[in-house]
């Protein structure tokens, strides 16, 4: 049973370029959250997606930052014109449906330098 | 403003000792608290999950307490292996529409040396 998986590990991109992250969630699991984790700070929530729905993205800037969670394939947070301050570490987590206290379960992450 | 603020930032123990890592928040509405450990250059990993009627929880040598009224809750590890070197993070929920809104603490880097 694969845990969390993303991809890249690392993405390097120049100014202007775009940058696409990839999560696939634990098998079953059909929430997800991505996290932004600036070097020397706490994660940071972003977006919490089920399929096909963004239920919370209230944590995501307002330009250049979207997200997707197609009823198949991964997950998918795509960042348009990257800066330099989007420099970070991208992780991604993936709970289970159902009521009540839910575990997130993190992947690896994905680390973005823009040059 | 919703925040979890840890210390000590860094902790050096060497390999057999206890310590115990603390964690304060103002969170509103308190849902849960939980501990994670991070190595370098992974995720997170879960250790323990508090709600608000829970004021101890075990997990091996982890052990995390709770204090509501105070805020305030503290990670001990008990006979410290080299492997537990790792960022030790507090993290808080906040009870939203269905949302588990994490909201992290920094995290205290703790290194086990033999």
């Given at each position: 049973n694969a845990g969390v998986m993303q991809n890249p590990r690392?993405?390097?991109?120049?100014?202007?370029?775009?940058?696409?992250?990839?999560?696939?969630?634990?098998?079953?699991?059909?929430?997800?959250?991505?996290?932004?984790?600036?070097?020397?700070?706490?994660?940071?929530?972003?977006?919490?997606?089920?399929?096909?729905?963004?239920?919370?993205?209230?944590?995501?800037?307002?330009?250049?930052f979207s997200a997707e969670f197609p009823k198949e394939g991964p997950s998918i947070l795509r960042i348009q014109q990257v800066v330099r301050g989007d420099s970070a570490a991208y992780f991604c987590a993936s709970s289970p449906l159902g009521q009540g206290l839910r575990e997130q379960f993190f992947g690896p992450g994905t680390r973005l330098t823009v040059l | 403003k919703n925040q979890v603020e840890q210390s000590p930032q860094s902790l050096i123990i060497l390999e057999g000792k206890n310590c115990t890592l603390q964690c304060n928040y103002t969170v509103s509405p308190f849902s849960n608290l939980r501990w994670y450990k991070q190595d370098t250059g992974r995720g997170p990993v879960s250790l323990t999950i508090m709600t608000f009627?829970?004021?101890?929880?075990?997990?091996?040598?982890?052990?995390?307490?709770?204090?509501?009224?105070?805020?305030?809750?503290?990670?001990?590890?008990?006979?410290?292996?080299?492997?537990?070197?790792?960022?030790?993070?507090?993290?808080?929920?906040?009870?939203?529409?269905?949302?588990?809104?994490?909201?992290?603490?920094?995290?205290t880097r703790l290194q086990v040396f033999p």
């Open positions: 690392h993405l390097v991109r120049r100014r202007g370029q775009e940058a696409r992250l990839r999560c696939s969630p634990m098998k079953g699991h059909s929430h997800v959250y991505w996290y932004r984790q600036l070097p020397e700070e706490g994660l940071k929530f972003m977006v919490y997606l089920q399929k096909e729905n963004i239920i919370d993205e209230s944590g995501m800037p307002k330009e250049r | 009627s829970e004021n101890t929880k075990s997990n091996g040598r982890y052990t995390a307490t709770l204090d509501a009224d105070t805020k305030q809750s503290s990670l001990h590890i008990t006979a410290s292996q080299l492997s537990d070197s790792a960022s030790y993070i507090c993290v808080v929920s906040a009870t939203g529409s269905g949302t588990d809104k994490l909201i992290f603490g920094t995290g």
